[in-house]
């Protein structure tokens, strides 16, 4: 089986620098979640997705999701076949493995329902049936940020659906300078090797799932999630939904850095992706240019670790 390891040096041949970043990514994918990356335009979001569908020789599709996009013209919709007299259903470009939904707050918020109701279900409904999405099905979203014009923010309920959310970040001066050393001839996509295949992909997810959790660590998910709530800076905490995510993407982060078992600081690496897009702040907390990571940060710092967990 190939290795975590083995991925994401792999993948490090294409996105320089970002190794947390790619991490994080794998560990969602493993977890079978999907993934939010907002942030400005030209960090490589685009070229992440196609670098881990190449990585992983999974098939890839991108759609730039605009205005005019209609929920069909996503998901598929019913074409009259003449030799049937009958319609027949045709896929659309959600039927893939690897979807990169590109500024998604850029559709309107009937399309954007529409994806996140295939995100949740995995199956497309049309022409009174259920058509199931391909395994794995892995969604990357990409947002703009919300003070940009033109966009329709996502209601807390959908984006809820997502894992995890991230930004790319911008380089460092040294990165950037071996970035443009690495594109100065071609583009290193293109000379990109596969390394991994479907069955290398979930015996990677299985032995994800295997890694073992203590009592205590779950006992620790559960008083960090709920202290969200607790909070008077916090308009709306995280739901239950957040614990089981911080769950499933600690112990696969614990899976991909080598550890049998879930320990707190997987625990707290996973914590700002999966909590950020899931607190409401209080209008006041709003005003004062509070941001989510600081309340998160300040739950991680006061809410009592385990002394001891192993296997």
Avoid: C
Wanted: proline share 8%; glycine share 6%; no cysteine.
């Amino acid at each position: 089986m190939t290795t975590p390891e083995a991925i994401l040096d792999r993948m490090e041949q294409v996105i320089i620098g970002k190794r947390p970043v790619l991490e994080l990514v794998l560990a969602a994918m493993l977890a079978e979640g999907h993934v939010l990356i907002e942030d400005v335009p030209g960090v490589a979001k685009t070229l992440l997705a196609r670098t881990l569908a190449r990585t992983f020789e999974l098939e890839f599709k991108r759609v730039q999701m605009t205005p005019d996009l209609l929920p069909a013209d996503l998901t598929g919709t019913g074409i009259w076949n003449e030799q049937e007299l009958a319609f027949v259903f045709r896929p659309g470009p959600i039927f893939t493995q690897i979807l990169l939904a590109d500024e998604l707050n850029r559709a309107t918020p009937r399309t954007q329902a529409g994806l996140l109701e295939a995100m949740e279900e995995r199956t497309v409904s049309a022409e009174g049936k259920r058509h199931p999405l391909p395994r794995p099905f892995f969604v990357i979203a990409t947002q703009n940020p919300l003070e940009q014009h033109g966009v329709f923010p996502l209601p807390e309920a959908q984006i809820d659906r997502f894992l995890v959310q991230i930004s790319m970040g911008y380089p460092e001066f040294s990165e950037e300078v071996k970035i443009i050393e690495a594109q100065a001839k071609s583009h290193p996509l293109q000379a990109l090797e596969p390394l991994a295949g479907l069955a290398d992909f979930e015996a990677l997810r299985e032995a994800a799932t295997a890694v073992h959790t203590d009592p205590s660590i779950l006992d620790y998910i559960v008083r960090l999630v709920r202290a969200s709530r607790e909070r008077e800076d916090v308009a709306l905490g995280a739901s239950p939904r957040a614990s089981l995510g911080l769950h499933h993407l600690a112990r696969a982060l614990a899976f991909i850095r080598g550890s049998s078992y879930v320990r707190p600081d997987h625990v707290k690496q996973a914590a700002p992706a999966v909590l950020r897009h899931r607190l409401m702040l209080a209008p006041e907390a709003r005003l004062a240019g509070m941001e989510p990571d600081q309340i998160i940060e300040s739950l991680l710092e006061r809410i009592e670790v385990p002394l001891y967990v192993g296997s």
